[in-house]
């Protein structure tokens, strides 16, 4: 079976959106953790390298008999360039400004203002922005307790103050998401996750099969 792809942005609820997906007697099943801030982790055959900037990718199968589902940050059509087989989702960033805004804080207090849930994901993100900023010197300055935002800044050089955290979040809450110019199968609005839940699953079945099991779209009102 192919693999299906689930491209967001952060704070979209993406990762929450593949682990309940994944429950459905079409899908292989995910294994997650929710955590106290509401945040979800998956565990997916790609371990999540779909979801970084530069993601550097093993080949895999996909599940012989159901859909594989990845999470993404706009790689779709590098996987489609790379894997046979794959289908796709967007879940678009709203337009609405205050669903919009709503997205922007869901990324701001679940992730940035956070300490990463494990070491696992906390000696993961050093790793990222190790690789992104080509620079190793800021990790002697990182302690555990620190938040994520705080580390990101760190590793920008910056000092993460309570002015350049405020700064650099007023940056975020300004900042427009353009959409991915890439091909999906499916693109589902953020407003209907949020108005419109039925109209989703029905998609979900008319477009690859899925039958959605239970009603977790409600979480998105």
């Known amino acids: 079976m192919p693999f299906l ?57 996909s599940h012989p008999a159901l859909y594989t589902i990845v999470p993404t940050h706009q790689h779709t059509d590098l996987a489609k360039s790379l894997l046979k087989d794959v289908y796709s989702i967007r879940i678009q960033m709203p337009k609405d400004p205050v669903i919009y805004s709503r997205v922007v804080e869901h990324r701001i207090n679940k992730v940035l203002l956070t300490r990463e849930p494990t070491q696992e994901y906390f000696f993961g993100l050093l790793k990222i922005l190790v690789e992104l900023t080509n620079n190793r010197d800021f990790v002697k300055k990182v302690k555990y307790n620190m938040t994520t935002i705080e580390i990101m800044l760190l590793s920008q050089g910056q000092e993460p103050t309570p002015a350049a955290i405020e700064q650099y979040l007023n940056n975020l809450r300004s900042k427009k998401y353009p959409e991915p110019n890439q091909q999906y199968d499916l693109i589902i609005p953020y407003e209907q996750l949020v108005s419109e839940p039925d109209q989703v699953y029905a998609k979900l079945n008319s477009t690859f099969g899925i039958t959605v099991v239970g009603n977790w779209l409600s979480t998105y009102a």
């Open 5 to 61: 792809f689930v491209d967001y942005d952060p704070g979209a609820g993406g990762e929450k959106f593949c682990a309940e997906l994944s429950q459905s007697d079409q899908c292989e099943k995910l294994t997650y953790e929710t955590y106290s801030n509401g945040r979800t982790k998956i565990h997916d055959v790609y371990s999540q390298e779909f979801l970084k900037t530069y993601p550097k990718i093993d080949i895999k199968q």
